[in-house]
């Protein structure tokens, strides 16, 4: 088996295992956890690109932050639903994190159903928690996340598992029609690590 896919097909305790291990020895990754747990965001998780780019650069040597544009936090708050609110936090955040090479961007999940059907022309139920969203990513692939918790240890979140991550292939998520969301993110990725495999729609 190739060297970057040394994790591919173990049992999900190993695997999580591993995604911890990667997480917890990238330093911009623990700044922004360590950060993120500061600011008691409530229902925060640190999610998608820049966890599973990082273990795909780990594993094939690469740059730690290659393919990385932004650091993508998700929180809930539904005591606030107005974009004042959200946008409050996103401009809070974006000052403590200017110094990093990245953006971090926090959205507030529990506004999604407020703006996703204009955009994607289709009905979304509201979201009850964080997490929730991850199951409706247009590709499983995507759907991780990571929260620090006060005791230090790392929480992975991965309703569809870790097996397609450290397996290198993108695979459709076929609960909402998000089909050029999935083919454009898997042809961008594929352009950067050639190694993914992609499952189309």
Request: hydrophobic share 45%; charged share 25%.
């Given at each position: 088996?190739?060297?970057?896919?040394?994790?591919?097909?173990?049992?999900?305790?190993?695997?999580r295992a591993a995604l911890i291990e990667i997480i917890g020895s990238e330093p911009l990754l623990m700044e922004v956890l360590r950060g993120l747990r500061d600011t008691?965001?409530?229902?925060?998780?640190?999610?998608?690109?820049?966890?599973?780019?990082?273990?795909w650069n780990r594993l094939t040597d690469r740059?730690?932050?290659?393919?990385v544009k932004d650091i993508d936090v998700f929180y809930f708050d539904d005591s606030d639903l107005s974009y004042e609110a959200e946008d409050a936090?996103?401009?809070?955040?974006?000052?403590?994190?200017?110094h990093l090479p990245l953006p971090v961007e926090p959205r507030n999940q529990a506004r999604v159903h407020l703006w996703f059907p204009q955009k994607f022309n289709q009905p979304f139920a509201p979201l009850a928690s964080s997490s929730e969203m991850l199951g409706r990513?247009?590709?499983?692939?995507?759907?991780?996340?990571?929260?620090l918790e006060a005791d230090d240890t790392l929480s992975i979140v991965a309703p569809f598992g870790l097996d397609d991550i450290f397996s290198f292939r993108i695979v459709p998520n076929h609960l909402l029609e998000n089909e050029p969301a999935h083919t454009a993110k898997a042809a961008r990725a594929k352009s950067v690590w050639p190694?993914?495999?992609v499952e189309p729609w």
């Amino acid at each position: 088996m190739a060297g970057h896919l040394r994790y591919s097909g173990l049992d999900d305790a190993a695997q999580r295992a591993a995604l911890i291990e990667i997480i917890g020895s990238e330093p911009l990754l623990m700044e922004v956890l360590r950060g993120l747990r500061d600011t008691a965001l409530p229902d925060w998780l640190l999610v998608a690109g820049a966890i599973y780019n990082v273990v795909w650069n780990r594993l094939t040597d690469r740059p730690a932050l290659t393919g990385v544009k932004d650091i993508d936090v998700f929180y809930f708050d539904d005591s606030d639903l107005s974009y004042e609110a959200e946008d409050a936090v996103i401009k809070r955040l974006g000052r403590q994190f200017a110094h990093l090479p990245l953006p971090v961007e926090p959205r507030n999940q529990a506004r999604v159903h407020l703006w996703f059907p204009q955009k994607f022309n289709q009905p979304f139920a509201p979201l009850a928690s964080s997490s929730e969203m991850l199951g409706r990513y247009a590709s499983k692939t995507h759907s991780v996340a990571a929260r620090l918790e006060a005791d230090d240890t790392l929480s992975i979140v991965a309703p569809f598992g870790l097996d397609d991550i450290f397996s290198f292939r993108i695979v459709p998520n076929h609960l909402l029609e998000n089909e050029p969301a999935h083919t454009a993110k898997a042809a961008r990725a594929k352009s950067v690590w050639p190694e993914l495999s992609v499952e189309p729609w």
